[in-house]
């Protein structure tokens, strides 16, 4: 075998494959993925499965290699070493695919460290047996010492990858976890709302996969958020992105855990929405609450059952080609829990939303325990084949077009513990007589339903034994806080002058601004009344104010005048591949880039260069008066985006002949500077031109206080201005 023609090739191509590897390794910091490239690194978590189980296989039959019955056996030797050399081969791929998933946003520290090293030197233990195996000196130490040795590798750079896509100590969890808290000892934000952050979020958003730049391994990391803002705002629930993402529908790309992951249950949604309204204190203990405030009893529940207990089933499994068969694009069936027979159906999509579809889970109808109809087009008729669902204890109906007569096709359904109503229609009159039908009912949250505080409290009266969650309702004595303004024009690119266009969705807002730097307030700024008329580049910070209502938080809106545009436009030298905008247009057409630098392409504004000088020529058909040049730019200085060393404007009327108008250098941020989107440029004498030429050259080395210093700063820019 080891002379055969394919063995030969295999070990030509494994011979090859250190080079390449090594090359990558050495190179790896300056490692630009283009994106046709990126689905090949993505394949890592799905291939590297395969040298694992080829490797484990061959280590088996390699450590009895040596006993009387095998050591002749031909067949025996050539498959284990044909197994090494296919699991050598696909563990160096693996390497490959690994290095450049690893230049994604999002990946880094200790994990990533131990399983990059540990996965290189998996593949290189595993080529080292395959070349060493055939000598005259290995004999049955070696080749046990070895198996060992490789198993436990393997093992090893298996807990570090688990680490990087399941969240910190991922293996040894279940072994690790902590007895139930006593009530009297247990702190709301360490033993409730940490636990379900680790337990949903924390995979993605840990120091070793920092998706977002959002980090909620700890109090700090939380508190202060991620690229997108902070993740609360306390006391309001409402306004807060942790329970906003939480609340989108499952199919929306911002809806948080995303789709495929498990996701929040009613209770755990709730105690965070009601730890956020209690001012999201890391230090409150549970018992310092009153106790009849909404989370105290909630925490309360959920520490009761926080034992070891998990819930049992005594119905058989549904059959995996039926579940396949049933999961599509606007329904996904999940199991509820590990190791569990029950399952969880979430419908998702509007528009493909019919009765009939309930009706076609009937070959699981025994398996379900949660249904999820929440935003679908529900009607009260539909409800009689939900009434199917033997085992079902929860029902989500939230913002659907039932009504309280609808839910008596739900009485006498023994399983259902928990009914979600909220966002629909409801009367009061006929609702508890609906609910009592329910037998064993435990749960059923009715906020935004069309009921009075007084209709919730009487509910409540009625339902004994049940309880009913009607969430925040304004009583005058907790003013929610306003929305910031919004600009409404178009763009914030103009030409000569332009119209601020300021408003407010809700009604009866007051809106004043500032113009000079200052933050507006109710008292003193100017009230904004639709006549603000901007003639050159201007920064207006804006506050909404109204009467029984705290004001919002400031709003910045930069308007730019750019008063010339060229007729055309070429660049001179090519831009950096992953910001490549549209290109020499994108400077001039009036589209500004996101706070993100790394958008969907779609979306992507950002111009870039890094590994050389951005060169632009314009060309005017009629000669213009320049006296003016600014760049808009982005300043990110811990992923490495620095302002321009330098920017040189170069202007003509004959081509070619070019003359130096200006030359600046921008200031070098410091260390800790803020993610801005300044503006740049320099003022000149008048001069007349018809061809202008741009050379901005990026940072030569980063400052040797950034973990990536002396190397070239990436250099971003989205828009320019000639006036």
Known sequence: MKNSKLTGILEQVLLASFFFVGFLLVFESELKIPLFLQPFGRLHTLLLHFPIVLLLLAMFMEFFRFQANLEENKTYLQITQLLILVGALSSGITVMMGIFLAKEPGYGGGDLYWHRWLGVGTYLFASLIYWIRSRSWYQVTWAKCMSISMALMLALVGHFGGNLTHGGNFVLEPLMKNQAVPLEEAVVFQDLVQPILEKKCVACHNPDKIKGELLLTDAKSIAKGGKTGPLFVAGKPELSLLIQRAHLSIDDKKHMPPIGKPQLSDDELQLLSWWVKEKASFTKKVVDLASTDSLRILSTKLLASSGPKEEEFDFQEADEKTIQKLSNEYRTIMLFAKDSPALSVNFFNKAQYKAPKLEELKEIKEQIVTLSLAKMPVQNADLAFVKIFEHLHTLNLNFTDISEVGLKEL???????????????????????????????????????????????????????????????????????????????????????????????????????????SIPD????????????????????????????IGS???????????????????????????????????????????????????????????????????????????????????????????????????????????????????????????????????????????????????????????????????????????
């Not at 009230?527 to 910070?541: E, K, M, P, V, Y």
């Not at 920017?647 to 003509?652: K, T």
């Open 411 to 517: 009485a006498g359904m023994k399983e259902l513990m928990v009914l979600s109503i909220s966002g629909t229609k409801l009367k009061a009159a006929g609702l508890a007589s609906a609910l009592k039908a329910i037998p064993n009912l435990k749960k059923v949250y009715v906020w935004d339903a069309g009921l009075s505080r007084e209709d919730i409290q009487i509910l409540q009266k009625q339902l004994k034994g049940i309880q009913v969650v009607g969430g925040f309702q304004d009583d005058g004595s907790n003013p929610l806080k306003l929305n910031p303004p919004q600009v409404k024009n178009p763009s914030t690119i103009f030409d000569e002058y332009i119209e601020a266009q300021l408003g407010h969705p809700i009604k009866g807002v007051e809106i004043r601004y500032t113009t000079d730097g």
């Open 522 to 549: 109710s008292a003193k700024s100017s009230i904004f009344a639709g006549n603000l008329r901007l003639n050159q580049n201007t920064s207006i910070r804006a506050r909404a104010f109204k009467p029984g209502w």
């Open 553 to 723: 938080e400031e709003a910045i809106f930069d308007f730019y005048r750019g008063h010339f545009r060229p007729d055309s436009a070429v660049l001179l030298t090519p831009l950096n591949r992953v910001h490549q905008a549209a290109g020499a247009k994108t400077f001039f057409d009036g589209r500004l880039g996101s706070f993100n630098a790394n958008s969907p392409a779609w979306a992507n504004n950002w111009a870039g260069v890094r590994n050389n000088d951005l060169v632009l020529v314009t060309m005017f058909k009629q000669a213009i008066t320049l006296s003016s040049v600014e760049l808009r730019i982005m300043v990110e200085t811990q992923t490495g985006i620095f302002p321009p060393e330098s920017v040189e404007v170069w202007g003509a009327t004959i081509e070619n002949q070019w003359k130096l108008m200006a030359k600046f250098k921008p200031a070098i941020p410091k260390e800790n500077f803020p993610h801005t989107l300044p503006l740049i440029g320099t003022r000149f004498k008048p001069s007349t031109v018809k061809y202008i030429k741009i050379v901005a050259k990026p940072l030569e080395k980063i400052p040797g206080w950034h973990p990536s210093k002396d190397k070239r700063a990436l250099f971003l820019v989205d828009e320019m201005f000639f006036n």
